[in-house]
C-alpha cells in the first residue's frame, strides 16, 4: 500500500507540471494579460518602458521560448509563495483565494454530504425492493432530479422563498443571495447556516438523484450474486448479508462517483454561487475571467487540478479497504 502511495504520488508530480503548462499557454492565449494590464492601467500603457518593465517582471514574452521561460518564471513563484498580483486593483490574490476557496468547500462539504446520505438512502430503499411502488417513485424522482438544471431550481426555489413568501406573509422565509446581510460583521454560524440552505438545496438535487440510481443498480448487481446467495443458504440473517456482504461490495463503484464529485467541489459551483451571488470559486473565477486576470486565474487552476487528483488517489485507497480482493502494489 505504501509503496502504491508513492508511486502515485510521484505520478502527480509530472502530471501537474504538463497541466498547469498546458493550462498556462491556454490562459494567456484566452486572457492576453498584457492587454488586460494595459486596459485597467491607461496610463501606464501609454508609457513604453514601464510596459516592457512589467512583461519582464511577469514573464509576458512572445513566442513558444517566451512561454516556456514565462511558465517556469511563473512556477518559481507559485512555489515560493512570490505571487504575481492582480490586474485590476494591484491585489494580493492568496487573501481572496483563500476565503472563496473555504466558502466554497464549506458550501460543497455540507451539499455533498446531505446529497450523499439521501441519495444511498433512497437507493437502498429501491433496491430491497425492486419493482415495487417505492422503487419505481425513487427512478421516477430521480429522473426528474436529473432534468431540472441548477440554474431552473435556483430561481424557482427563490421566487417560492422569496417572492411568492414574502406576498403571503409579510416577509421572505429565506434569503436568496449572498451568506451575510448586507453591512454584517463577524462570523455568526446560525446566520450563515440560514443563507447556504437553498444553495445547499440546489447542488444537493442532481446528487442525490445520481447517487440513488448509482446506489439501486450496484446493489441489485450485488444481492444477485452467487456468493450471497451461498451466504443465506449458511442461515446468515438477510440484514446480516445486506450489511456485512452487500452494501460493501456495492459501495466500490460508488465510491469513484463520490472522488470525483467532491474532488470537483472546488471548482464545480460555478453556476449555483453565480445564481446565488455566494462568494466562493465559482464567483472567484467568473470576476477573474471577466477581468481577463490572469494572476487570478491560474492559481484557481492549480487549486482545482490538484484537488481532482488528490481525491482520485483517495478513491484508490478507498477500493483496498472496501474490497480486499482489489491489490494496489
Known sequence: MLRFIVRRLLWAIPTLFIVTFVVYCALRLATNPLASYA?????????????AQYIEENGLWPGITGYIRGYFLWLRGFLTGNWQVSIKGSRPVWPNLKDALINTLRLGIMASIVGISIGLALGIFAALKPGRLRDTAVNTGALIGFSIQPFISAVLLQLFFAVQWAKWFGEPLLPTSGMYPPGHTGFDPVLMLKYMILPVIVVSIQTVAAYSRYMRASLLDVLNSDYLRTARSKGISERRVLVKHALRNAMVPIVTLAALDVGAIVGGLIIS?????????????????SNGDFPELMPWMVIVTSSVILFNLLADLAYAWLDPRIRLD
Do not use: C, D, H, V
Open 39 to 51: 486596459r485597467a492601467n491607461p496610463r501606464i500603457a501609454k508609457q513604453p518602458e514601464k510596459m
Open 273 to 289: 454561487e453565480a445564481i446565488f451571488e455566494y462568494p466562493g470559486m465559482g464567483m472567484f473565477f467568473l470576476t477573474a475571467e
